[in-house]
């Protein structure tokens, strides 16, 4: 496995996927807020404010993303080898077959 770091995808989403970007978040909804306030939308600038808070709480992921790719990409290596048996992969074969004769 190769260790990427952010600034190998800048730009973009480079940019996206460094320690700062809950302050991106923060002061893009600042400003968001504010731009809704200038028009008198005082529901709209309440929301934007609400974007700090979410990307805080809901959008932190319950487990780890890189742990849940490496359990799939084990489960597909072992579906993957399950599924080239002959006996398997045959009636595999012959349910696709019915599938697309029925079409």
Do not use: H
């Not at 460094?18 to 968001?32: F, G, P, T, Y």
């Amino acid at each position: 496995m190769i260790k990427v770091y952010p600034e190998d995808f800048d730009p973009y989403p480079g940019c996206f996927l460094k320690n700062d970007l809950n302050e991106k978040i923060r002061r893009s909804s600042e400003l968001l807020s504010e731009e809704y306030l200038a028009r008198g939308d005082v529901e709209g600038s309440e929301e934007a404010l609400r974007n700090i808070i979410l990307a805080q709480t809901d959008a932190v992921p319950d487990s780890s993303p890189f742990q849940d790719l490496c359990i799939l990409q084990k489960l597909w290596q072992e579906m993957m080898e399950y599924t080239y048996q002959e006996k398997i992969r045959s009636r595999i074969e012959n349910i696709v077959q019915k599938r697309e004769e029925s079409k």
